[in-house]
């Protein structure tokens, strides 16, 4: 069943591991067939040096196994939570990368403090607010997932591919699993620059929402000229 959207979920998550996102069996991703409500999401605690596409493990949009052996990640619900919120979502990624999880862990978000970043997002990287103990105690990676929800809600959520969840790490997504794989290497990449930034000048402010806007708008929206038609 959907052997190639487990394909595609596989390499996502090879994706992570070649990119230095994940350790050991840190982080998951997942891809969603929106033509048949099924999701394949990689299988918890399984090393990824012996998964195999057949390991991902076949869910429905509550969370039920539909199909495979093994349990699915432990991160599921944070992922369903997000598929059935957001239509346009077709993969969503988790990760404890090490600059971008710091910047979850400090409960900050990430300030677009260049047009690197601007290319990406319009706007920071945001943060979630810290989950209750009653949300932690209570179907806390289910609650994870509504945190990030209520963080998104009124934005494009693929205006905006990524959040980061307090004391937690980042969660990206995209219309595929690859594309989400892709956003959890950028936002890396743009944790790592904002904490180097801070560094060099700890009295850095954002750039200006004109130059912010160029490099965003070139890149999307119906007015983006970078790349070729």
Not at 43 to 64: F, N, Q, W
Not at 96 to 122: K, L, M, N, V
Not at 128 to 135: D, G, R, Y
Not at 168 to 186: D, K, L, R
């Amino acid at each position: 069943m959907l052997e190639a959207l487990r394909a595609e979920v596989y390499e996502a998550n090879l994706e992570l591991v070649r990119r230095s996102l994940v350790l050991y069996t840190f982080g998951n991703a997942s891809g969603l067939s929106r033509e048949q409500g099924l999701v394949a999401i990689k299988p918890s605690g399984v090393p990824y040096e012996k998964m195999t596409p057949a390991d991902m493990v076949i869910v429905d949009l509550e969370g039920r196994v539909v199909e495979g052996a093994l349990r699915p990640s432990s991160d599921l619900p944070t992922h369903v939570a997000l598929y059935r919120a957001f239509p346009s979502i077709g993969g969503v990624v988790h990760t404890h990368s090490r600059h971008a999880t710091a910047w979850a862990q400090a409960c900050r978000e990430i300030p677009c403090f260049g047009t690197t970043h601007a290319d990406y997002f319009h706007g920071p990287v945001p943060v979630t607010v810290p989950l209750t103990p009653a949300e932690i105690e209570s179907e806390y990676e289910a609650n994870t997932g509504v945190a990030i929800v209520h963080l998104i809600e009124g934005r494009d959520p693929l205006g905006c591919p990524a959040a980061l969840v307090a004391g937690h790490g980042p969660f990206t997504w995209g219309n595929s699993p690859a594309a989400a794989a892709h956003m959890a290497v950028i936002v890396e990449e743009l944790a790592a620059m904002a904490l180097q930034t801070l560094a060099i000048n700890p009295a850095a402010v954002p750039i200006s929402e004109p130059l912010r806007d160029k490099h965003y708008f070139r890149k999307h929206g119906p007015k983006a000229y970078y790349g070729q038609k």
